[in-house]
């Protein structure tokens, strides 16, 4: 059974940072390109940020673009997201998610989520 | 980026009846090469993490209910529930993966009239 389990979310405040982690298993994570979305509260889901297989390569949605990175650890099942210069606006929960790649880039649809870690960003 | 715009925001359908769930890309998503439509449907219901019901703009996920089916091409796109259960009360969503970055749209709230 495919399980993402998502920690390190908490309160921060304006431009802190946060370390998010993604525990994987029941696949083989080395495998597959993984992905973090958000979704503020009440509000719709975001894409925020992908990565290859391999780590080799990886996107960003604009708005994090030179804030957030992502990374993973094949050795450990992880997949991290990193979130410097932290706003308000980035209040949300975090969910990891493994991704069914339908083309270059890393695009694709998702097939598995998590159950979310929430960020907030306030004084 | 691709905007994708769904409609309505939100509706209330009888038990047992149909309910119909539309989705709008600002531009096709339909990849000439393979006759694919790049776009796929998710539920999530409250306090739960999306699940994904349909890719390929038809192709059900293994499980789902056959309750559930996909219709569209290029830029029009439906998700219908041929017969409504109290367990499909949830939020729905469709997202493009024609082009990067992956977009999402709004939700619609679908609940019991």
């Known amino acids: 059974e495919v399980q993402l389990v998502e920690s390190g979310g908490g309160l921060v405040q304006p431009g802190g940072s946060l370390r998010l982690s993604c525990a994987a298993s029941g696949f083989t994570f080395n495998g597959y390109w993984m992905s973090w979305v958000r979704q503020a509260p009440g509000k719709g889901l975001e894409w925020v940020a992908i990565i290859k297989e391999d780590g080799g390569e990886k996107y960003n949605v604009d708005f994090v673009k030179g804030r957030f990175t992502i990374s993973r650890d094949n050795a450990k099942n992880s997949l991290y997201l990193q979130m410097n210069s932290l706003r308000a606006e980035d209040t949300a929960v975090y969910y990891c998610?493994?991704?069914?790649?339908?083309?270059?880039?890393?695009?694709?649809?998702?097939?598995?989520w998590g159950q979310g870690t929430l960020v907030t960003v306030s004084s | 980026d691709i905007v994708m715009t769904q409609s309505p925001d939100s509706l209330a359908v009888s038990l047992g009846e149909r309910a119909t769930i539309n989705c709008r890309s600002s531009q096709s998503v339909l990849y000439s090469s393979n006759n694919k439509n790049y776009l796929a449907w998710y539920q999530q219901k409250p306090g739960q993490p999306p699940k994904l019901l349909i890719y390929?703009?038809?192709t059900r996920e293994s499980g789902v209910p056959d309750r559930f089916s996909g219709s569209g091409s290029g830029t029009d796109f439906t998700l219908t529930i041929s017969s409504l259960q109290a367990e499909d009360v949830a939020v729905y969503y469709c997202q493009q993966h024609y082009d990067s970055p992956l977009t999402f749209g709004q939700g619609t709230r679908l609940g019991i009239k």
């Open positions: 390929w703009a038809s």
């Open positions: 998610a493994r991704l069914q790649l339908t083309g270059n880039r890393g695009r694709g649809y998702f097939e598995y």
